[in-house]
């Protein structure tokens, strides 16, 4: 359930911020995004984002780090979705 910033980025392209999550996800389906990319932007928080930077920064995405630097990623996304959940 993950996928890259090329994918995501293509298939927000359309995306007038704010933007809920609803409408981040049907932006990726009317874009035909993949199948990840769908599944991963269906997996983030139900908030208002204001830009894509916003949705980049809690979307699980695909790596090429090493194990320890994506745990460290991880807090961070969730750190930044748990800001983004109380605004």
Do not use: F
């Not at 932007?41 to 139900?46: G, T, V």
């Not at 194990?67 to 605004?87: G, N």
């Amino acid at each position: 359930m993950a996928t890259d910033v090329n994918r995501l980025c293509q298939a927000l392209s359309g995306v007038d911020y704010p933007a809920d999550k609803a409408t981040l996800v049907r932006a990726a389906l009317r874009a035909d995004a993949d199948a990840d990319t769908v599944r991963a932007l269906e997996a983030i928080p139900p908030v208002s984002y204001d830009r894509e930077t916003d949705v980049l920064s809690v979307v699980q995405l695909e790596s090429t780090q090493a194990a320890a630097d994506r745990a460290v990623q991880r807090k961070l996304h969730q750190a930044r979705a748990d800001r983004l959940a109380t605004r």
